[in-house]
T-cell receptor, first 112, second 116 residues
Framework: GQQVMQIPQYQHVQEGEDFTTYCNSS?????IQWYKQRPGGHPVFLIQ?????EVKKQKRLTFQFGEAKKNSSLHITATQTTDVGTYFC????????????FGSGTQLTVLP | GAVVSQHPSRVICKSGTSVKIECRSL??????MFWYRQFPKKSLMLMAT?????????EQGVEKDKFLINHASLTLSTLTVTSAHPEDSSFYIC????????????FGPGTRLTVT
């Protein structure tokens, strides 16, 4: 079945440093989504990328969808303590109408 | 917009009892809702897909007779954990798609179930 892997699993950064998480799918994706889950909270939808090579920005967050539509990245510039949480990528599950396969997640800790 | 509520947020029950968890889309209609289980520091594990007016579709390994799902309306899905055991203790989260929208899912705040 489809696998969606993320690296790294954990990342500790000093506040102000940059952070990047990478997402790789075993299958080509029609779109890729990113979610953020704060500690003790629930996943919150951040963004969806659809086009090959697409790049989208949300303030300090930059999302990229690979040319082959099998990988994606999320880059945070100058991290802040509010960025703490686990970041998940997710892609449509093959053969399903609306199911998503979530990546393993990257847990970000920002040290003040 | 796109707010999903879940109730209760926390529940403690005794082994052998049943617990019902409600998931509601507050400001949109959801033809499809999803139920996930999440273990500490782990990713989301899809348990079942709940379709309004039809039977839920369960993922492999999920017992449909133990985890009863009902999607009675476009804004409400319920998950009932029957004859709960301590190993059912977990964080259960529901999510919903907006009818006619794209694939993104909007999650409820989750329910922490502890079975003693």
């Amino acid at each position: 079945g489809q696998q969606v892997m993320q690296i790294p699993q954990y990342q500790h950064v000093q506040e102000g440093e940059d952070f990047t998480t990478y997402c790789n799918s075993s299958t080509t994706l029609s779109n890729i989504q990113w979610y953020k889950q704060r500690p003790g909270g629930h996943p919150v939808f951040l963004i969806q990328l659809v086009k090959s090579g697409e790049v989208k920005k949300q303030k300090r967050l930059t999302f990229q969808f690979g040319e082959a539509k099998k990988n994606s990245s999320l880059h945070i510039t100058a991290t802040q303590t509010t960025d703490v949480g686990t970041y998940f990528c997710a892609g449509p599950t093959p053969g399903s109408a609306r199911q998503l396969t979530f990546g393993s997640g990257t847990q970000l800790t920002v040290l003040p | 917009g796109a707010v999903v509520s879940q109730h209760p947020s926390r529940v403690i029950c005794k082994s052998g009892t049943s617990v019902k968890i409600e998931c509601r889309s507050l400001d949109f209609q959801a033809t499809t809702m999803f139920w996930y289980r999440q273990f500490p520091k782990k990713s989301l594990m899809l348990m079942a897909t709940s379709n309004e007016g039809s039977k839920a579709t369960y993922e492999q390994g999920v017992e449909k007779d133990k985890f009863l799902i009902n999607h009675a309306s476009l804004t409400l899905s319920t998950l009932t954990v029957t004859s709960a055991h301590p190993e059912d203790s977990s964080f259960y989260i529901c999510s919903a798609n907006i009818a006619g929208g794209f694939y993104e899912q909007y999650f409820g705040p989750g329910t922490r179930l502890t079975v003693t």
